[in-house]
């Protein structure tokens, strides 16, 4: 271009870009306004500028920079020069024609302002709308798609715990109700039904199945862990008793009332947790629990709020006895009366 004052270019679609655009799409697609050009003189040439657009790798149309092409004047003398023999006097001197100089020429940024069409307040919106249904969308099939998994897992995986770690565990009609349910639900997995069903009904029959499974698994569990929490209230019991019995100076302010309360709460949770093993000794471990993991952990946090407020009381500080004052010493005294006799003999 050719130019010395602030023009403007227009950037629009052409026609053939019709075919994949949406129907009513704006052609245009921005106006860029270049500017900053310096003053020229007058009857100057109109100086070249140079306009330079790009499209990034999303196809984003824009005008990256601009630059105006300004002549370096130079100061032209012309310059002669004599030649010749000087051992020829009188040979007439010779002018050297100068060569043409080339032009120089130095760039000038110039200022790119674009204006870029946009969607309207009213079309964002309704963007933004269809993009947050879509993410809904996809978020609630990739649920589904989960949930369906989850299901289809439990059901292989129950049917080999049952010949496994839960045989000892469950019943033969608990055996059979869970089987033909197990069956039941992947019979129904491979349906037409089941393969497009939806993440609640997915979880309904998860839930079924777990109903059944619970109980089961939890007399498993509890095999192993009330033996764990059993420890647990033993060794808080006897290390609580320790304290009560002994007759180390560190307890030595506790008081009667106080020990008696700690001694009693060991001893009720001892006959407590006696009471229950007792009980369960006396089931089958196909029978639900008679004394859980949970209760006898229960147990310990109770026992540890009688003990806390005593284990935790500070020993008193020891008396600090403050010494008597100290008599006057008898020379003091002596030295005294001297001083007194000496004054009735001067009078």
């Not at 109903?211 to 290390?239: D, G, I, M, N």
């Not at 008597?324 to 020379?331: G, K, R």
Request: charged content about 35%; aromatic content about 6%; glycine content about 4%.
């Amino acid at each position: 271009f050719r130019r010395d004052k602030t023009f403007a270019i227009d950037a629009v679609y052409d026609e053939s870009a019709k075919s994949y655009l949406p129907p009513d799409y704006v052609m245009e697609i921005g106006k860029f306004t270049i500017s900053g050009m310096p003053a020229t003189e007058k009857d100057a040439e109109v100086p070249k500028i140079r306009v330079n657009v790009q499209q990034d790798m999303n196809g984003v149309f824009s005008v990256s920079s601009s630059q105006l092409m300004q002549e370096i004047k130079e100061e032209e003398t012309a310059e002669k020069e004599a030649e010749g023999d000087e051992a020829k006097e009188g040979e007439e001197k010779k002018e050297k024609t100068p060569e043409p100089k080339k032009k120089r020429f130095r760039k000038v940024e110039l200022k790119v302002q674009a204006e870029v069409g946009g969607l309207s307040a009213a079309d964002v919106a309704t963007a933004t709308e269809q993009e947050l249904k879509m993410a809904q969308q996809d978020r609630v099939i990739e649920e589904t798609f989960n949930k369906r998994n989850e299901l289809e897992s439990f059901v292989y995986e129950m049917r080999n715990q049952i010949s496994d770690k839960l045989a000892g565990f469950i019943t033969s009609a608990e055996k059979g109700s869970l089987e033909e349910k197990l069956l039941e639900t992947e019979d129904w997995l491979y349906t037409d039904e089941g393969f497009d069903s939806t993440k609640s009904v997915y979880q309904s029959k998860l839930d079924a199945l777990r109903k059944l499974s619970a109980p089961v698994e939890f007399r498993l569990t509890e095999s192993t862990e009330r033996s764990v929490a059993q420890a647990e209230l033993t060794a808080v019991l006897e290390e609580y008793k320790r304290m009560v019995n002994s007759g180390d100076d560190a307890y030595s302010h506790w008081t009667e009332e106080e020990k008696t309360k700690l001694r009693k709460a060991c001893v009720d949770a001892e006959a407590w947790l006696f009471d229950g093993l007792s009980k369960q000794a006396d089931l089958q471990i196909t029978d639900a629990p008679a004394i859980t993991s949970a209760l006898i952990r229960n147990k310990v946090v109770a026992v540890r709020a009688v003990a806390l407020p005593i284990t935790t009381k500070p020993k008193p500080l020891p008396k600090v006895e403050v010494p008597a004052a100290a008599e006057p010493a008898e020379t003091d005294s002596a030295a005294a009366d001297e001083k007194e006799a000496e004054k009735m003999d001067l009078d």
